[in-house]
Structure formats: C-alpha cells, structure tokens
C-alpha cells in the first residue's frame, strides 16, 4: 500500500502547479483525500479534502478561490490545481487517504504520501 504525491516544483509569484497524488495497492476512489502542506517551522495544516462517496470538497481560506481539487476515478487519482501562486505557499504539500468524511483533521487519514516540495518565488 501506497500514496505518491508529485507535481511539485519552483513556480513564480502569480504561476500554477498541479499535484497530482496516486494510488497503489488500494483503490483511491473509495477514500476520502486531503491535501495538506508543511512550511518550514509550521504544523502540519489541510489545504483541501474531497469526500469519497460524493465527492464533496472542501477547502481552507487561503485555498479557496485559488486551488481545486478533484478526482480522475479512471487513473485512480486526485489533482490539486493550484493557481494564483503566492510565496506564502511554499511548503511540502502531502496527500493522505481515510475512510471516514473528509476532514482537515490528520486524525482522519491512514494513508500518507512522501511529500512533494512546492516553492513559490520569484
């Protein structure tokens, strides 16, 4: 059992990236996901969250309007399309996988990606 997250990379203020976090040894679709991220010196806090039986999402304030989540169920995946980039978003971005609702609580998630490192700067 595995999660990958990957996407990440060096973007300029203003620019986009999309995650991408994928599934091996278990089917993703039938699990709730969230992304979360980890800047140097923080904890650990939810970016977004998609439900796995109706793929209701959810986002923190400073993704909202900005990131967008969503499935692929055929490539058994979830994307993080994230634009409007801010340095303030530079962090380690994580995936994780749970059985119970979405959540940007960690507790809610078995399942944890490496982490792929997003740096936002000019």
């Known amino acids: 059992v595995q999660l990958q997250a990957s996407g990440g990379g060096l973007v300029q203020p203003g620019g986009s990236l999309q995650l991408s976090c994928a599934a091996s040894?278990?089917?993703?679709?039938?699990?709730?996901v969230g992304w979360f991220r980890q800047a140097p010196g923080k904890e650990r806090e939810g970016v977004s969250c998609?439900?796995?039986?109706?793929?209701?999402?959810h986002y923190s304030v400073s993704a909202k309007g900005r990131f967008t989540i969503s499935r692929d169920k055929a490539k058994n995946t979830v994307t993080l399309q994230m634009n409007g980039l801010k340095p303030e978003d530079t962090a380690v971005y994580y995936c994780?996988?749970?059985?119970?609702?979405?959540?940007?609580?960690?507790?809610?998630?078995?399942?944890w990606g490496k982490g792929t490192l997003v740096t936002v700067s000019s």
């Open positions: 994780a996988a749970g059985t119970r609702p979405a959540t940007f609580n960690l507790e809610g998630y078995i399942y």
């Open positions: 040894g278990f089917t993703l679709n039938d699990y709730a």
């Open positions: 998609i439900n796995s039986l109706d793929d209701n999402t």
